[in-house]
């Protein structure tokens, strides 16, 4: 491959996934190196102060400050955009940080966002907090319900912003059915895919206008780095997105992006496993639990909705006790193998209890009517021995009874 093929969209756009997530965005400098370059640097020099004055004014292309871009950044942002299938891309200090950024960048006073009661903590404290604060309405619904989505709209409604499946509920939205709405009502859909990531689903094929990361998750995969990612139109990430983070700040660092270039080279071949994992773990969960949400399961109400978005469930399933906190808690005490920790997509089996974790601050009435009760627990599957796994859940549901 040439020094700047890997930037080159009339050749990338032709390759396949496997090959745009080890060779996508790369650019090479004159050194020649294999590995995408680590570029340590806030600033910038230029050889005359002609070059300054056209690169700010946008006439030349080039560095300025890695505020606004930074090479090693860039080879990130390039990459995680071929794989989404978007135009363009910009990454962020977190998923947080692109959950917020993807929002405020084009809402304002006055305006209205429709969102979906099931999602993470952190998402609807932004609809149910932030956004009130600054005079923006939101109308929250079932994502599930295409007739609620309908019905919410009002003329000054601005975004639909939900996630699928949902944390940790594993609700599925209809991207398509949500899309078109949305579309005919002149509305930006912005949809959180970190339960996935593009190498499980891809939502701007069923129409979504913006998709929104926590690169954390499964592009990271191994637990080291906080990242995110927002992906959309040229037009969006240029003139909304943009101009937002540029003078607020929420960028993503040159030494964190480069651990996320590292772990898209290997994230279809372990989001895969991983999904394998999950669905042998969670037919083995369900014949001992009183209830599962999995979405690969014929159990789950809205199974072939799942499995025609997605190209295999992911990592993530959830299941309720009756016994509530104490027996949640009890379970999680019981693991040998499995670690309690409230992360997702790891490569390592992670599980948590989201009333008094991930989902606490909400408060207990919030949480119901989320379905978030108290003895629900979340799993994320890793890459371990699945039968490993599934002795160890053996062993932890035998000591609480189950």
Same mark, same amino acid.
């Given at each position: ?16 996934? $496997? ?30 102060? &002609? ?91 079932? $994502? ?7 019905? &919410? ?75 995110? $990612? ?103 005490? $019981? ?68």
């Amino acid at each position: 491959m040439k020094r700047t093929t890997g930037q080159d969209r009339t050749k990338t756009r032709n390759w396949r996934p $496997a090959t745009r997530a080890i060779r996508g965005g790369t650019w090479r400098s004159e050194m020649g190196e294999t590995s995408e370059a680590l570029f340590l640097t806030s600033g910038f020099s230029y050889d005359d102060a &002609a070059t300054v004055a056209a690169r700010f004014m946008g006439e030349e292309e080039g560095m300025t400050y890695s505020r606004l871009q930074n090479p090693t950044v860039a080879m990130l942002e390039e990459r995680i955009a071929l794989l989404e299938g978007a135009e363009a891309c910009r990454t962020q200090a977190s998923g947080m940080a692109a959950m917020t950024a993807a929002l405020l960048c084009q809402l304002s006073a006055g305006d209205h966002m429709v969102t979906a009661r099931a999602a993470f903590g952190s998402c609807r404290w932004l609809g149910d907090h932030l956004l009130p604060r600054f005079g923006v309405e939101v109308t929250v619904v079932d $994502a599930g319900d295409l007739a609620q989505w309908e019905a &919410a709209v009002r003329p000054n409604t601005k975004v639909f912003f939900f996630e699928t499946p949902a944390n940790p509920t594993m609700d599925i939205a209809d991207l398509a059915g949500v899309a078109a709405i949305a579309r005919a009502h002149g509305i930006t859909t912005v949809v959180d895919n970190a339960f996935c990531s593009p190498a499980l689903q891809r939502p701007m094929e069923f129409g979504i206008d913006v998709v929104a990361y926590s690169a954390t998750k499964l592009m990271d995969g191994q637990g080291r780095v906080l990242a995110g $990612a927002v992906c959309g139109s040229a037009e969006f990430i240029n003139d909304k997105l943009m101009p937002f983070q540029r003078n607020t700040g929420p960028n993503l660092s040159p030494f964190n992006a480069w651990v996320v270039l590292k772990g898209l080279e290997t994230l279809d071949l372990r989001a895969k496993k991983q999904s394998e994992n999950a669905l042998k773990v969670g037919q083995f969960v369900a014949g001992r639990v009183p209830r599962i949400l999995h979405p690969w399961l014929d159990s789950h109400p809205q199974q072939a909705l799942a499995m025609k978005q997605m190209d295999a469930c992911g990592p993530i399933f959830s299941f309720v006790l009756d016994g509530g906190r104490a027996q949640a808690h009890a379970l999680l005490d $019981a693991l040998e193998l499995i670690d309690i920790s409230n992360n997702i997509g790891d490569s390592r089996s992670l599980m948590c209890h989201p009333a008094s974790s991930t989902h606490h601050n909400m408060g207990p009435e919030a949480r119901e009517a989320m379905g978030i009760g108290e003895g629900m627990l979340r799993i994320n599957i890793g890459l371990e021995d699945a039968d490993d796994l599934i002795e160890d859940f053996d062993q932890a549901l035998r000591k609480v009874g189950l």
